[in-house]
């Protein structure tokens, strides 16, 4: 699905105005808001990060230019949010002397429910944060690989290998939920 | 041999298989039951990011202020639109998604506004901002917040979350938690209260559809804290302060 591109008739070289960019944030809000999930590894705060990306977005208007992606610039300062957040989190984790277990949830993650959801969620926190947003966006948001690329300012293959490393390391992770009736028996 | 399963397992995901090839994999027992198995992970994954939801809070607006200089009109009305959007999109995708979170009459701050207001909107320890303030949060939390006095805006005190039903009753929990604090304000003559709690704690309470009052959510460090409100816009929130 192509990303939507209000035609505003206006100058490339013209600011946004705050009504479009409220409108252009609207249209990207569940993909934007992936992405913060994704980098942060849970749902939880991702909220919390586009808000704060939006109002640094509001205060650089200027910078965004028509001819380019808005969701790859805003993409970017959420991104930024979120990074930054995870250091403070890795920060504080450190300052609390948590137990440290190796591609475990974050201490705030979600609960969740079943033996399944558990152990996929630990799976998914062992993937590096970019190739797990793109993995997040192909298979949450169903972006194509062009549309992920363009967000994630990466080229089109690698997007795509992402997705396939990142969908193959899971599986290979959870291997053990594969139905038994077909698990090799020698 | 293994990698070749894999590709033609990623082309199958993709959609880019042909029919007869996506047949030959199907017909596979091995690559079935890891089609069923991505099948049950992208369903996990949908399922649990799916599942985090835009709250009906605002803008921080204090962040807005330091970013951007003085507030126009324009663009408190900017914050205010995209406040409704949020809070909009979040109503629906928490209702559509999430259990977790529905309304809980027995859990939403309308029952702890509506019983503080019904007694006269008495504060059960009267506490200006300053020191006293700062001193009463620490005692509770650990840590301190302030609030900052501001035109239009009347500090009475605190109240607690006494309404709890008794021991043995169905119902067990509290709007966030036992250490909650509430304070008590006077928004341009109107009643406004903030339930205060370590962020930890917070359990995203909501007001029940169709109510008459507005919340507004902030965090501030280590605190969450939820202005509830008949007013359209938060107005509390902005003025606290981490001493």
Not at chain 1, 73 to 81: E, S
Not at chain 2, 35 to 42: H, P, S
Not at chain 2, 89 to 96: E, I, K, L, Q, Y
Not at chain 2, 104 to 129: K, T
């Amino acid at each position: 699905m192509p990303e939507p591109r209000p035609q505003s008739g206006r100058s490339p070289a013209a600011p946004l105005a705050e009504r479009e960019f409220a409108a252009r944030l609207e249209a990207d809000r569940r993909r934007l808001w992936t992405i913060a999930a994704a980098i942060l590894g849970s749902p939880h705060d991702a909220e919390d990060v586009v808000q704060e990306a939006s109002v640094i977005a509001l205060g650089k208007l200027e910078q965004f230019q028509r001819d380019t992606s808005f969701l790859a610039w805003m993409g970017q300062i959420v991104r930024f949010v979120a990074l930054n957040q995870m250091r403070r989190r890795q920060r504080d984790r450190a300052v609390a002397v948590e137990p440290d277990a190796v591609g475990a949830a974050p201490v705030d993650a979600p609960p969740v429910e079943g033996e399944f959801r558990g152990e996929l969620l630990a799976a998914v926190h062992t993937l590096e944060e970019t190739p797990r947003t793109c993995l997040l966006l192909r298979i949450v948001c169903e972006m194509s690989y062009r549309e992920i690329a363009a967000a994630m300012e990466i080229p089109e293959g690698t997007a795509m290998s992402h997705v396939h490393r990142s969908r193959a390391a899971l599986r290979k992770r959870l291997s053990r939920w594969e139905s038994p009736l077909v698990q090799r028996t020698a | 041999m293994a990698e070749d399963r894999d590709s033609l397992l990623e082309r199958y995901f993709d959609g880019d298989l042909p029919q007869q090839q996506r047949r030959q994999l199907e017909a596979d027992p091995e690559a079935r039951s890891r089609i069923a198995l991505q099948r049950q992970i992208d369903a996990g994954l949908r399922d649990i990011f799916s599942a985090g939801v835009p709250d009906a809070g605002s803008i921080p607006i204090e962040s807005a202020r330091r970013a951007r200089g003085d507030l126009s009109w324009a663009r408190l009305a900017l914050y205010a639109a995209v406040i409704v959007i949020l809070a909009g999109a979040g109503f629906w995708f928490r209702h559509s998604i999430s259990q977790r979170n529905t309304f809980n009459p027995m859990r939403s701050p309308e029952r702890i506004y509506d019983r503080l207001v019904r007694a006269g909107f008495e504060p059960e320890f009267v506490c200006e901002p300053g020191p006293e303030f700062v001193a009463a949060v620490a005692d509770r939390f650990g840590e301190g917040l302030d609030i900052e006095p501001a035109a239009g805006v009347r500090v009475i005190g605190w109240a607690y979350d006494s309404d709890r039903p008794a021991a043995g009753s169905a119902y067990t929990g509290t709007i966030l938690s036992e250490d909650m604090l509430i304070l008590m304000a006077y928004v341009q003559e109107q009643p406004v209260i903030v339930l205060m709690d370590r962020l930890e704690a917070d359990d995203r309470p909501r007001l029940a559809p169709g109510s008459d009052l507005h919340q507004f959510r902030r965090r501030l460090d280590d605190f969450v804290l939820y202005e509830v409100t008949p007013l359209g816009r938060a107005r509390l929130l902005r003025d606290f302060t981490a001493p």
